[in-house]
């Protein structure tokens, strides 16, 4: 009886812990989709310009 006991709480723990190790690597692959970079490719041709901040700047506070 008492190894039933403990083959019961292990494998109980055991899917816990899979269930977590689950559920946390759903969480960091949804956090590692939202933090991807965004695709710079719009503003490579901004980007040589010395004189792009100030353009930036001047359309920003312009509306």
């Known amino acids: 009886?008492?190894?039933v006991?403990?083959?019961v709480i292990w494998?109980?723990?055991a899917v816990v812990v899979?269930?977590?190790f689950a559920v946390d690597e759903r969480a960091?692959?949804?956090l590692a989709t939202e933090q991807?970079?965004?695709d710079r490719s719009a503003d490579a041709d901004v980007r040589h310009a010395?004189?792009?901040p100030a353009r930036q700047l001047a359309?920003?506070?312009a509306g």
């Open 1 to 3: 009886m008492l190894l």
């Open 5 to 7: 006991t403990v083959a």
């Open 11 to 13: 494998g109980v723990s």
């Open 18 to 20: 899979v269930a977590i």
């Open 28 to 30: 960091f692959r949804r």
């Open 36 to 38: 991807a970079p965004h």
């Open 50 to 52: 010395p004189h792009a």
């Open 59 to 61: 359309a920003s506070t």
